[in-house]
């Protein structure tokens, strides 16, 4: 009897009154033990939720609570408060590994969880937050490297462009300690199209997935082979110290580093663009616009506020036309505008209100709409040449201008004010011919003037540094807009 008590009292205590393990309970999660649950070969210490195996001295093992399914990370290597891939960092210090990484035996995410992965994969947006307003909030870096193209040669005669690789390396110079995930950075990047003998050139490095701070930066050019280029992969010297050609008074900083700090998109410094000046300068195009025809229509006695309602109208529809066809042409992608939806969205809603009735004569509105067409989008286009955007062909002529495409800052042919201007003197030109017949005499200078500049225009957009997309489409659209100036000239003298 008394060995039985023994075997009785040896039995374990998580077993059955057959001696078979308990079953476990329905409340733990599967491949998670109770909450005070201890490894084998392990013992507890008091008091500080650490345990210790007999013998070893002080080294102790930490044994991380499971947490509920509910808040489970969402997925391996992510980071659901951040966003930011872990992958093969280590983890950070005072945390346990099992805290950084996901086990393999984790339980399945949630829908909790699976929506936290969501927000994370899209850069930390929530159902709160739009995905376009946290990109747009995000803290990044731009950096610039300035280089020399050098004098230009024989072998540029012909055209042909140089191929630059830098390297941007950065670490984050407020950060105490060992550097962490997000604390140091190595891009490459590679920019085609450089004129050589342009003068100094400005390489410009958007970097994303970065901490907030003060960055030490360096830059280095690297040669690189690049697949289908006739000629390898340029080196530049770095550019001296000094200002861009004029009429730009950009500076040229000297020298690899350079110390920047991260910044919203709209904060960013991105050398010869200026920020808010697209906004700016469309918005007061827009309201010349619709002060011009207020002025028309005052002066030849019309009524003023509807016409101007439907003036209103008509640049929401040249808004959502720049859109549309920006995204017709881009993939789908709508971060950007074209100007030829923003004339057709508008001619549009001209001609309909023209058709229906505008509560003024039919001609008098057109040619009251006209000249504020043109010179509102006159006053307009300029804010692409500061904003980095619709850019011209890099160039080594006397005629280009220093401007950037935030990414490659050169001399370029000022397609931009090219455009402008064409738009002013054309604007211009139907002001004094309305002015001069009067509103009710000249609704055909609408026809003529917006074929004249859209005829001007195909020329121009030669000069543009982009791809192609259509090889007939300016000479179609040329021809049609030639046709339209020839029919608005014979309806104007025939009137």
């Given at each position: 009897m008394p060995q039985a008590k023994k075997r009785k009292a040896a039995r374990p205590s998580?077993?059955?009154a057959s001696g078979r393990p308990a079953a476990p309970s329905?409340?733990?999660p599967p491949g998670a033990g109770p909450e005070n649950a201890v490894p084998p070969g392990l013992a507890r210490r008091p008091g500080n939720g650490?345990?210790?195996?007999?013998?070893?001295?002080?080294?102790t093992?930490?044994?991380p609570r499971q947490p509920p399914p509910d808040i489970q990370p969402a997925l391996p290597g992510i980071r659901p408060a951040t966003g930011q891939r872990t992958a093969g960092a280590k983890p950070r210090a005072g945390k346990p590994a099992a805290v950084e990484a996901v086990s393999a035996k984790a339980p399945a995410p949630t829908a909790a969880g699976a929506k936290a992965a969501e927000a994370a994969a899209d850069g930390?947006?929530?159902d709160e937050v739009p995905r376009w307003a946290a990109k747009a909030l995000e803290q990044l870096l731009h950096v610039t490297?300035?280089?020399?193209?050098g004098e230009a040669g024989e072998?540029?005669?012909?055209?042909?462009?140089?191929?630059?690789?830098?390297?941007?390396?950065?670490?984050?110079?407020d950060v105490t300690g060992k550097p962490g995930p997000g604390d140091t950075f190595t891009q490459e990047?590679?920019?085609?199209?450089?004129?050589?003998?342009?003068?100094?050139?400005a390489v410009t490095a958007e970097v994303r997935g970065v901490n907030s701070g003060t960055w030490s930066v360096t830059a280095r050019p690297v040669r690189r082979t690049i697949a289908g280029q006739s000629r390898p992969a340029a080196v530049p010297e770095p550019a001296a110290p000094g200002r861009v050609p004029w009429p730009r008074r950009v500076t040229v900083q000297a020298g690899p580093h350079s110390t920047v700090h991260t910044a919203s998109t709209l904060r960013s410094k991105v050398p010869g663009v200026i920020r808010y000046a697209y906004a700016c300068l469309v918005a007061l195009g827009v309201l010349t616009g619709l002060a011009i025809v207020g002025v028309l229509l005052s002066t030849g006695h019309y009524p003023v506020l509807r016409p101007e309602l439907l003036s209103v109208a008509a640049v929401a529809a040249g808004v959502i036309g720049g859109k549309a066809w920006y995204a017709a042409v881009s993939g789908g992608k709508w971060d950007g505008w074209c100007i030829q939806g923003f004339v057709g969205g508008a001619a549009v809603v001209v001609a309909v209100v023209a058709v229906i009735g505008p509560g003024v004569p039919k001609g008098a509105f057109l040619a009251a709409a006209t000249p504020a067409l043109l010179i509102g989008m006159g006053i307009g286009r300029h804010a692409c040449f500061w904003a980095g955007c619709c850019t011209g062909r890099p160039t080594a002529s006397r005629w280009g201008i220093w401007s950037s495409d935030r990414r490659l800052g050169c001399r370029r042919m000022p397609v931009q004010l090219y455009e402008a201007w064409t738009a002013l003197v054309v604007g211009a030109a139907s002001l004094g011919v309305v002015l001069a017949l009067g509103l009710s005499r000249s609704g055909a200078v609408g026809v003529i003037a917006l074929a004249a500049y859209t005829l001007v225009r195909q020329g121009i957009l030669g000069l543009r540094d982009e791809p192609r997309h259509w090889r007939y489409g300016r000479v179609l659209t040329a021809s049609l807009a030639a046709a339209a100036l020839i029919a608005g000239v014979v309806l104007l003298i025939v009137a």
């Open positions: 998580g077993s059955g329905r409340d733990v650490t345990t210790r195996q007999p013998g070893t001295g002080t080294a093992v930490t044994v930390g947006a929530d490297y300035w280089l020399d193209p072998a540029d005669k012909d055209g042909e462009r140089l191929t630059a690789t830098v390297r941007f390396t950065g670490q984050r110079a990047e590679t920019y085609h199209g450089i004129a050589p003998g342009s003068g100094p050139v």
